[in-house]
Nanobody, 128 residues
């Protein structure tokens, strides 16, 4: 049974940085692409970034492109989301997720319906 656990969230001032981490257990991580999603209060969960199984391909939503960087270390079973230049509108609960299908191909707009394995989320709050 795949389990994903996010960490690294917190309170940061606008313009600041955070590094989120997603750890995986019960699963050979290098079999699967992994995506990051976020959900702000009262809003739909949206895809933020996606990384291919070998880390060679990364995709980003337009709202975070140039500010966020996704990476992975399959040996450590970890996926990271480096977030720089944070804005108040980045405030949300951030989730990592694995797709239902091992054949899933990352896009700039990952859809939550394609993902069946989710962590519990880590809160990111950007405020002065």
């Amino acid at each position: 049974q795949l389990q994903l656990v996010e960490s690294g969230g917190g309170l940061v001032q606008p313009g600041g940085s955070l590094r989120l981490s997603c750890s995986a257990s019960g699963y050979t991580l290098d079999y699967s692409a992994i995506a990051w999603f976020r959900q702000a209060p009262g809003k739909e969960r949206e895809g933020v970034s996606c990384i291919s199984r070998d880390g060679a391909v990364t995709n980003y939503a337009d709202s975070v492109k140039g500010r966020f960087t996704v990476s992975r270390d399959n040996a450590k079973k970890r996926i990271y989301l480096e977030m720089n230049g944070l804005k108040p509108e980045d405030t949300a609960l951030y989730y990592c997720a694995a797709p239902w299908s091992l054949g899933y191909v990352c896009t700039n707009d990952p859809r939550k319906s394609h993902f069946g394995f989710w962590g519990q989320g880590t809160q990111v709050t950007v405020s002065s």
